[in-house]
């Protein structure tokens, strides 16, 4: 909530910290990921957004 909270005031960097450590203790991968997908977007870091996009679609998958 906090992370998400930071994102929509645009505070990407302090998300991206957040989301991060969420990712480290596997908390909701697919969202988490989807989330620094977002945040590297709107950094403009583009590569690094298609690699998070990825990974989110990958847990999703292996969720199902």
Known sequence: KEADDLFEKKSYAEAQTLYSELLHRNYKPAKTN?????????Q????????HYKASI???????
């Open 58 to 64: 990958s847990a999703s998958t292996f969720l199902s």
């Open 34 to 42: 989807f989330s620094l997908g977002e945040v590297a977007y709107n």
């Open 44 to 51: 403009k870091a583009y590569s690094t957004a298609i690699e």
